[in-house]
């Protein structure tokens, strides 16, 4: 048997070029947000800078882990999926591929912008700037958002509306929740600054123009 036929009968190679497309994006977008968090827990850990302010939130690495093992069981025992007629069904997934990538991307990128200003609970360093580059640009909150744009695609992925539920219902509020104690410590330190870059973003999503 030649290369190319063993290539060919790979379990994965032997599906539909859109079943590959689903396989290779999401694995590859679940592999480059794992290794950048724990990039950044390796990075926030070896760092030594005095925090000046602070807040704990419930919502933090831990939790969101938590809401991703639900998340993938709901999706990897089909608890929700909904039959599509094919043409919507490849739609669905086309868009949902869409989101995924684009929020792995938005995410990594949001990291390289935010640097060391990352934690895993809310603090403002010593010598924290604010951060308005990038990803930081459209949305206050980068990092945050590009997960409920993966979330959402993973839900038309699958035809998921469990999925679908727990994103919006569940991660969408926590998310909120997290987000909006950042906010008060940010306006915090950085006052008339935040103020100003607060009305030209949006928390989650962009900012529809008036």
Known sequence: MSLWEMLKAAPLLSQPPLAIAVNVTVFVAVLLIVASVVIDFRDYHRQNR?????????????????????????????????????????AMIVVGLALMIVGAVFNVVGRLHLKSNWANQIKIYEGHWLVTTGPFSVVRHPLYASLVWMFLGGALIYSNVIALVLTFGVFVPMMYVRAKKEDALLREAFGARFDAYECSTGRLFPRMPR
């Open 50 to 90: 005095e925090v000046v302010h602070g807040d704990r939130s419930w919502v933090e690495t831990g939790s969101m882990t938590g809401f991703f093992v639900v998340y993938y069981l709901v999706v990897r025992f089909r608890l929700g999926e909904v039959a599509m007629p094919y043409a919507v069904r490849s």
